[in-house]
């Protein structure tokens, strides 16, 4: 199987187990708060998922757009492209993910008045991962074609995009596992502390 093919497969894989779990995070939210609307979450999430496949595969209906529009100096970054938009969407669902979660924290700790909309947010998130791709994309194109580099070195530069990547996901795994052993201590010691009062009521 072509290399870039596999990248490609287990890239979406990944979004699409990213996109199940920020559903249900952001479900939960919604549903505590009272700002609930499964048939716009489902729709927002299936079509993303379409566009970045549509995106990946290069498919006949926007073939000849891609190809045009990142042909630059005769040189394809196409493939590029994809390997740093794929590994951006990661970190941008793996953001969200950590950010709902201590959405969620906030509200079990000070209730519906914690509550606060989600858009600005969300769209912060966005905007931040948006700006880091295409800033890497403009500023390693730009300087690979100023120095000369052939397709293997634009390959290699493509891939540590995605090491970078895993420094910020990695970085952003451990920060919400804390989280999650965090609040599992306080729920834990929450119980303990109701069932003691429970159990002097019944004395």
Known sequence: MDSFLLERLLGLFWVAVQQFCFACLKYTHDGIVGTLRTGRLLAFQ?????????????????????????????????????????????????????????????????????????????????????????????????????????????????????????FFYISLEIGGAFLAWSFLRRLLRDKKDESKITEGKGL
């Open 46 to 166: 299936f079509f993303a998922f379409a566009l970045l496949v549509v995106f990946c595969f290069n498919t006949e209906l926007v073939n000849d757009y891609l190809w045009n529009a990142l042909l630059i100096d005769g040189v394809i970054f196409y493939a590029w492209t994809v390997r740093v938009t794929l590994a951006g969407v990661m970190i941008l669902f793996d953001a969200l993910l950590v950010l709902y979660f201590v959405r969620i924290v906030r509200l079990y700790r000070y209730g519906l008045a914690a509550a606060r909309p989600t858009l600005p947010g969300d769209i912060a998130v966005c905007a931040s991962v948006a700006a880091l791709c295409c800033a890497y994309l403009y500023l390693s194109i730009t300087s690979s074609l100023r120095l000369g580099f052939d397709m293997r070195q634009y390959n290699w530069i493509g891939r540590f995009f995605a090491q970078v990547c895993n």
